[in-house]
Structure formats: structure tokens, C-alpha cells
């Protein structure tokens, strides 16, 4: 066994150039490394073992089962930086030799021997990152083919002291060239990345590019100081698959010539110094040259890397591109010169320079032969983040909002607040500060009109027992205090008198506490009862003025009447009163990343409050950080839209229920759309999907942007997966509703003709473009060849089948009468049940009718027009009284539409001139509607 124990991995240490042997310089052993390896697995032939670190040979012998060796201590001083940066990226190289007799001995390089059979490496990088301690298992490979040996080592890796130290590990993994210039065959080419200010020698290099193939793909990094060992260079680290951070106009093809090398370097580096380097591009150097022969420099680039995404919060890593440009000596940096040691050819510029414009060359890019561009790719790894993520309450002092550092609340998607508790205890401070008469009074009422059971003189006594009794134990609670002993017996009293007193008044029950509508606005909506709708929204907001559920709804109908800034106000207050409100964030964000950059500011915090919570929500998740991209990019913050889209393809491989999430929207806020339907969109894309949502928000602008950022391909670009843009109708559909929603009718329907143009008739077009025709000119017959044709299609909109109803009731009842029934079971509400009964009076059904009219009243009763209906079939009937009565209430609930109002004053007009008095009829006339004498 030959073992070489003192020989220094150090440039330092070079041997002098006399002839006499140098005595090695004392070794600082502070901080040593050992290695011990065991040996496991019989060779089939003899063999050698090598044992190389830094390309040299520490340790040489046979090959046999159950030896333990120790080649003693690897010559490392880990508490001097070039020792400890050269323990960081150089492994323990393993070689298996056969012992071959040779007559003519030829000196190779160890890892260029032809007669090594096997390999592997040690990865010391545990022991650098701390670890005293390092036991590993390492099987051999064969050198060619990466298959198992058979044979395997232990190898105990041990440090004494372990080390410590505060610099930050950069891992650098030189991946991979695409859409290289064609050249020679059996070229490969070298590259180097310059950190200048950051280690000595500037110049990272990464050695010769790999040849895989499909039979031997390359499927793990490589060392570069052992690629020369075939597989058993191969590391321990999977190729990584992640995102790429990369232009616009790049675009990788199987069919290009791509080149991989999937090296990998590793240093330690002070991380306020990479911090401050990051601000600025890292110039990387490629070069071709022959794999064999002699040296011919075939082509030689160079490019500016780009890894400012690792100044982003809580970034461990990230995978960046960057376009390439004919190297050329005098754009050489003046403190590192050239990367790479080869010589520049004077014929200068490759051939594939000439086959493109003069505006490309003159840029210097390269591209391939089908005008590609040339680009590289590379990754940056950290052991730790440089920029930590900020505390989640901290990210609401953009928004002027205070949030305690002990409130660990965690974001909502309800709309809807607890209701207060109904029975408050009474408070013994209050009782003696005002004898306890108000607090008594109040929760006797209370409990006397609860439930809806019928008040008799049992259920009050029990109430009042039950006060009174409850009353007189709080009274014996009260203590003496500073006062005589006369005196506190007189508040006794008063305070039993005060109670029975209000026992004697609270027999009267309390009406029932007036709630909220849950649906009214949005069902009023849909039949077009503008009125009706703008009650409610009122109403609820008055009802629960500190809920975010009713503000929310008033913010979004002032944004359709285009009152933007009471929008905005509204938001504002609704945002500081409920700031952990997803919903609220997304609403305030959609009005004000396009304003002034403090507006900007301001949304950008609301929507990075938003993407926080539930990771397991696929929609909700994908949606937040497509809007926080898009607003990034907007903004021009290359950086941090890169780190949104890639959390945003995260979040849409999960599953996807689009239906259900927009359900748990209309069930949370009460507002349903009413010729725009979200639900019919295909899930495709994410940012589609937030464009549709931030729709529904009535964020008009921010869903132009996240389509803009569809048609651009962000969702695509760089992705891992490598997907596709497939542009589809969707987005016409989308931006076709936008247009409708501002009343821009004649430019949606223009969008959904070009749609339609380019990708045919489908069922989400059909649909838009009859809402189109039915806004601009109402139901007419173009209406009803539309809605054949969407229904052909497959589309559904229950608003717009009852308006077909309303308008072919007359001419072909049944009809009607299925799209009535159509549309109630689409959204069942007070509307459509009135156009069902509308139908069946037609019909000649006039029982259905008067039932599905009566049922409409309940469900609506500010419905005028069913109270008016039903006063029509009174009037049939002859039925005065209730006609009278039905007639009074459709005047007090609010307008009747205009063709009731004629029905009505025609069957007066017959009722009166056969059955009815004169004054009678006078009673029933509909002046008061009409605005004429009868």
C-alpha cells in the first residue's frame, strides 16, 4: 500500500523547482480532517483502489474484502478560508483500477487511466456546514455504463473541532446551452461564470460540456474537477426542475442544438458582500472547442446573468437564463480579463452571424440556423435565504394598519360576522350604577318575545319568575361596602323595587330583529328591479354598517354605476376595519395598482397579504399570486413577478374546483352575476381564472392586465412542465363581458364577433353575444335566433330565458312556459317563480298561477309586479275586496312594469262596464300608476 500522508491540496504548496526534495511545511492541525474507509464486496479480478482529493493521489492499494483503512488526515486546516472553500466544492474521489501487466508502462493522468474500471466520490460538504461527524455508504460504479459493481465503501468523514462559520453557500450549477450555431462534429465547449469582488480567482469554471444520449441520459450533477471519471463523477444531486427565470423572446426546442454540462460548483461566500453583488449581472464565458485533438477554438460567447431574483424575501434558490453575444476582447471586464484560457481566432465572428438582418447583428446576439436565439441556462442555490420574509403583521404598514403582534388571526374568506349574542349577562356594576331598571327591562323584552310561540299569560309569568329570581341572587352578591348597614338595606330594596317594576312593563314581546337579505339585490338584479336592488344594498349596509359583507356589495355596485371614488372610500374603511379579509384585499387592490405609486404600494401589500393562508386552496392560492404577479409586472418588478408566477403554477397543479370556488363566492358575498357566467369557463389558465374573478370584483383594469399577461404567455414561460400557450375563447368571452358590464355595448359585441371569426361558434360566445344584443336593443327577434343558437350550443343564462319567457309568452305560451321552468331551476328566486305564474295564466292555468304568484310575493314582497298579478286574477275572479287590498299593496312595495299596469286597466275597464258600480270602479282605477283619469 503506497499512501501519500503530506502532501498539501494547496497552490502554495507547489514543489520547488530544484531538483532536491523539500521538507513539507508544519500543519496547523486545529481544525483536521479524517478519513477512514472500509472496504465491502469481492472483485472479481485484482484491482487497485486509488483514493485521489484536489488531483492527488493520497492513498494506493489492492483491492480486498474487510479492509479498514485510514489514510490518516486529509492535509485540510479547515479554519483557513482556502482550505475551507477547497473542502466546499472538492470531493474524495474513489477509482477501481484493474492491474493489468503492461511491457511499456505509459504515464497517464489518474482519472485518464484506460484501465480504470470504476468509481465514485465522497461529498465532505457536511462536515464544512458544521458536522463534526460523517458516515456514508458509497457504491462503486462502472465508469462507462453507471451500473452497480457490486462493491461498496463505508467511509467515515470526522472533524475535530467541527467548524463554524458565518459565510453563506452558493451552490452554482452550470445546466445547460440552447440553440447553439451548428458546428463541427465532436465539439464541445467549455464555460466560466465571473464573481469578481466576491472570490479570488474571479473565474468559476465548469469544465466540458457532457454528451448524453437517450440510452445514458444525464439524470444528476456532476463534478467538473472529475468529469474525466464518467459516471462515477456524478453526484449526489438530482438535475433540478424548476421555473427559469428568462426573457420573453427565448424559447427552447429538442430540435435546436442544445448542449448540457449539469456541473456543479460550490463556495462560501460573505452574504452582505453577494447581497450587495446580486444588485448587478454576472458575466459567464462560453467557448467551443474539439472533445479530442488538438486545441481550435470553433466559437466563443458570452452573456449577462441575471440572478437578482435571490434578493427577493425567502428565496433558497433559482434556476436563470440569459441571451448570448459574440465575445469580443475589448468588452472584457477590466479587473478579470478572460474567463477562459483559449485564443480568440482573427477571423472573429461565426458564420451564422451573416444569416440574419443588420438590426440582429448589430445587437451581437447569436442565433441558430431557424433564427432562434442563443441562450444559457444556470442555477443559484442557498443555504439560507438573503433576504428573510417579513413578519405577516408588518405587511399591513403600507395600508396605515396597526395589527398587535400577539394577534395571530389568520386570513378570512367569509364576508358574514358573527351575530352578537342575544341574552347578555347583566353586568353588577351596571345594576348599581343605575338600580338595574334598563338592563331588567331589556332582558325581560327579550325574553319574552323569544321564539315564535304565542305569548300567554303562563309563558310571561315563568319569563318574569325567572328575572326576578335571577335579579335577587345578583343582589345578595352585593357587599356593604363603605356605608351603613341601613343604607345598604334601602339599595337592596330599590333595587327590588326597580325590578319588579320592570317585570310589571315588559309584558309587551319585541318585534323580531329586522336581518339582513341574503340574496335580494343580486335576484332583483337579475330581473332588472334596479330599484329593488339598490333597497336592499342600502338596507344591509344600514342593517350592519362594521360587516364587510354589505360594504363589499356596495363598493362593487358603485363601481358599476362607475362612482369610483365612493368605491374606493368604501374599500378603504372596509379594509381597516377587516384587514385580514381576502376578499376585502383583492377588491381594494383591483381600484388602485394603477393609480399613483403610493396607490401602487398600497395594492401590492394587499395582495401580498393575500397569498397567504390555506396552500392547499388550488383557485384561491393560483388566483392571489397571478393578481400579484400581474401587478408586479405592471409595476416593471421582473424579479418578484417571476417568484409570484412560479408560487402561481405551484398552486394550479393542485386541484381545481372553479365551480366551487365561485360558489363559496356567491354564497359568502350574496352577488351573482347576471348575464356574465364564470362558471362556463374552461380551466385552462390561471390568470383567465383571475381575470374572471377580479371581473366579478369589478376590477375592470386588473383583469385587462392578467389577460395581457395570458396572451403574453407568462403562465408558460420558463415553466418546468414546459407548457404551451394555447389562446382560446376564453379570453374573448371575458373581455367581451368587461365591455358589457361598463355598457360598452357595441364594442362587446364587436369582441365576440372577432372571437367567434377565429375560433368558431361555441357555447360561452353564444351566450355573451345574446346578452350583447339584449342590452342594446332589448328582446327582439335577432334575440330569438340568438338564443336558438346558444342553446344549440349548450349555453345557459337564467336571466336571459326568462326574458325569453316574458317576450314569447304571448305568441307561444309553452314555449315560455319550459324556459320559465328552465330558468327557476337554474336560480330559483321571487322572478322566476312570478314569470312561471305570468306563463300559466296565459296558460288558462290560473290556480298554478295564482300559487306560483303567491309563493313569489313571499319570497320578494317588495315584488309590485306580484302583487299587481294577483290583483288581476282577483279582478278575473271579481274578487274586489282582495283585488283592492293586492292593488294597495303593488302601489306601497313600489312600480309595476308597463305591460301589467295595461292588463290591469283593461280588465277595470271590463270589470266596470259589466258587474261593478261606477264608484267601485272609480276605487279600482289606476290613476295613481298610470298618471291619467280613468
Not at 464541445?188 to 469544465?207: H, Q, R, T
Not at 338600580?435 to 300567554?456: D, I, K, W
Not at 364564470?678 to 389577460?707: I, Q, T
Request: proline share 5%.
Amino acid at each position: 500500500m503506497r499512501s501519500v500522508l503530506n502532501l498539501r491540496p494547496r497552490a502554495a504548496r507547489q514543489s520547488s523547482s530544484q531538483e532536491e526534495a523539500v521538507e513539507p511545511a508544519p500543519f496547523n492541525d486545529t481544525n483536521t480532517v479524517t478519513l477512514s474507509l472500509d472496504l465491502m464486496g469481492e472483485s472479481e479480478e485484482e484491482a487497485l483502489l486509488l483514493v485521489l482529493f484536489n488531483d492527488q493521489v493520497i492513498l494506493e492499494t489492492k483491492w480486498e474484502d474487510g479492509v479498514s483503512l485510514n489514510p490518516d488526515v486529509l492535509q485540510l486546516d479547515l479554519s483557513q478560508p482556502e482550505d475551507l472553500c477547497l473542502a466546499t466544492d472538492t470531493p474524495v474521489i474513489l477509482i477501481l483500477r484493474t492491474i493489468v501487466a503492461s511491457k511499456t508502462p505509459k504515464k497517464y493522468e489518474p482519472m485518464l487511466h484506460p484501465d480504470n474500471k470504476a468509481g465514485a466520490n465522497i461529498d465532505i460538504l457536511p462536515i464544512v456546514l458544521g458536522q463534526s461527524e460523517l458516515t456514508i455508504n458509497v457504491p462503486l460504479v462502472f465508469i462507462k455504463t453507471g451500473k452497480d459493481t457490486g462493491l461498496s465503501l463505508n467511509a467515515t468523514v470526522k472533524s475535530e473541532p467541527a467548524i463554524q462559520h458565518d459565510n453563506v453557500l452558493v451552490t452554482l450549477t452550470m445546466l445547460s446551452a440552447h440553440c447553439m450555431p451548428t458546428v463541427k462534429e465532436g465539439t464541445a465547449y467549455l464555460s466560466a461564470l465571473a464573481l469578481d469582488d466576491l472570490v479570488d480567482p474571479a473565474a468559476v469554471k465548469f469544465g466540458m460540456s457532457q454528451t448524453p444520449s437517450d440510452e445514458d441520459p444525464i439524470n444528476k450533477l456532476v463534478w467538473p474537477n472529475a468529469s474525466a471519471l464518467g459516471h462515477g463523477a456524478k453526484t449526489g444531486y438530482d438535475f433540478p426542475d424548476d421555473d427559469i427565470f428568462m426573457e420573453s423572446n427565448l424559447k427552447c426546442s429538442d430540435n435546436c442544438n442544445n448542449v448540457h454540462w449539469k456541473s456543479v460548483k460550490r463556495l462560501l461566500i460573505d452574504k452582505e458582500a453577494l447581497r450587495s453583488r446580486l444588485e448587478t449581472h454576472f458575466v459567464i464565458e462560453i467557448a467551443a472547442i474539439p472533445r479530442t485533438g488538438k486545441m481550435e477554438l470553433r466559437g466563443r460567447y458570452t452573456g449577462l446573468v441575471d440572478a437578482a431574483v435571490l434578493l427577493q424575501p425567502d428565496q433558497y434558490g433559482v434556476t436563470t437564463s440569459t441571451r448570448l453575444i459574440f465575445y469580443m476582447e475589448e468588452n472584457k471586464l477590466p479587473n478579470v480579463g478572460s474567463l477562459l484560457e483559449v485564443r480568440t481566432p482573427q477571423s472573429g465572428k461565426a458564420s451564422a452571424r451573416s444569416k440574419h438582418s443588420k438590426a440582429e447583428t448589430k445587437e451581437g446576439f447569436v442565433y441558430d440556423e431557424q433564427g432562434h436565439s442563443a441562450f444559457i441556462t444556470m442555477r443559484f442555490d442557498l443555504s439560507e435565504p438573503l433576504v428573510e420574509n417579513p413578519n405577516f403583521n408588518s405587511l399591513f404598514e403600507p395600508l396605515d394598519i396597526v395589527i398587535a403582534d400577539d394577534d395571530e388571526s389568520k386570513l378570512k374568506e367569509e364576508l358574514q360576522l358573527e351575530p352578537s349574542p342575544e341574552d347578555p349577562t347583566i353586568d353588577v356594576r351596571r345594576i348599581r350604577k343605575e338600580c338595574g331598571a334598563l338592563a331588567v327591562h331589556r332582558e325581560l323584552s327579550e325574553l319574552a318575545s323569544r321564539g315564535p310561540m304565542t305569548m300567554n299569560q303562563s309563558i310571561k309569568r315563568t319569563a318574569a319568575n325567572r328575572l326576578l329570581s335571577r335579579v335577587r341572587t345578583m343582589v345578595k352578591q352585593f357587599s356593604p361596602e363603605e356605608c351603613a348597614n341601613i343604607e345598604w338595606q334601602e339599595t337592596v330594596t330599590a333595587h327590588h323595587a326597580a325590578s319588579r317594576q320592570a317585570v310589571t312593563a315588559s309584558f309587551r314581546p319585541q318585534p323580531p330583529r329586522i336581518r339582513q337579505s341574503l340574496n335580494g339585490a343580486s335576484d332583483a338584479a337579475m330581473a332588472g328591479k334596479k330599484e329593488i336592488a339598490q333597497y336592499y344594498i342600502e338596507r344591509n349596509v344600514k342593517l350592519a354598517p362594521n360587516q364587510p359583507r354589505p360594504i363589499l356589495a356596495k363598493a362593487i355596485h358603485c363601481l358599476e354605476l362607475r362612482h369610483d371614488t365612493e368605491a374606493r372610500d368604501l374599500l378603504m374603511q372596509a379594509v381597516k376595519a377587516h384587514p385580514k379579509n381576502r376578499y376585502l384585499l383583492w377588491a381594494f387592490a383591483a381600484q388602485e395598482f394603477n393609480k399613483d405609486e403610493d396607490a401602487a404600494q398600497k395594492a401590492t401589500a394587499a395582495l401580498t397579504i393575500a397569498v397567504k393562508g390555506d396552500y392547499s386552496d388550488g383557485p384561491t392560492i393560483s388566483i392571489a399570486w397571478a393578481a400579484l404577479h400581474t401587478v408586479h409586472h405592471y409595476l416593471k418588478n421582473e424579479h418578484a413577478a417571476f417568484v409570484a408566477v412560479r408560487e402561481m403554477r405551484k398552486a394550479f397543479e393542485l386541484p381545481i374546483n372553479w365551480k366551487g370556488f365561485l360558489k363559496k363566492w356567491e354564497e359568502s358575498s350574496g352577488i351573482k352575476e347576471v348575464f356574465y357566467m364564470p362558471s362556463s369557463l374552461e380551466v385552462d389558465d390561471p390568470f383567465v381564472l383571475a381575470a374572471a374573478f377580479f371581473l366579478s370584483l369589478r376590477g375592470y383594469a386588473l383583469a385587462e392586465s392578467l389577460l395581457q399577461c395570458y396572451e403574453q404567455g407568462c403562465s408558460v414561460r420558463g415553466s418546468r412542465l414546459g407548457l404551451e400557450l394555447n389562446l382560446g375563447p376564453n379570453i374573448y368571452y371575458v373581455r367581451a363581458a368587461s365591455l358589457l358590464l361598463r355598457r360598452h355595448h357595441d364594442e362587446a359585441l364587436n369582441m365576440v364577433n372577432s372571437g367567434t371569426l377565429r375560433f368558431g361558434p361555441c357555447a360561452i360566445l353564444s351566450q355573451i353575444r345574446l346578452a350583447c344584443l339584449f342590452a342594446m336593443n332589448g328582446w327582439d327577434e335577432e334575440c330569438e335566433t340568438a338564443l336558438i343558437e346558444a342553446e344549440k350550443a349548450g349555453a345557459e343564462c337564467a336571466a336571459l330565458l326568462m326574458q325569453a319567457a316574458l317576450a314569447g309568452m304571448r305568441s307561444e305560451p309553452a314555449v315560455a312556459l319550459q324556459r320559465a321552468a328552465r330558468a327557476h331551476k337554474m336560480a330559483s328566486n321571487a322572478y322566476t317563480a312570478l314569470t312561471v305564474g305570468r306563463v300559466y295564466s296565459k296558460l288558462g292555468e290560473r290556480g298554478l298561477a295564482e300559487r306560483w304568484a303567491a309563493a313569489a310575493v313571499q319570497l320578494e314582497p317588495l315584488l309590485a309586479d306580484g302583487w299587481a298579478f294577483l290583483a288581476g286574477l282577483a279582478l278575473y275572479r271579481r274578487d274586489a275586496d282582495k283585488a283592492r287590498a293586492m292593488l294597495h299593496t303593488a302601489k306601497q312595495a313600489g312600480e309595476i312594469s308597463p305591460d301589467l299596469k295595461e292588463k290591469i286597466k283593461t280588465m277595470i275597464s271590463i270589470v266596470d262596464a259589466r258587474t261593478l258600480s261606477h264608484s267601485l270602479a272609480k276605487e279600482l282605477c289606476l290613476c295613481e300608476w298610470c298618471g291619467q283619469e280613468e
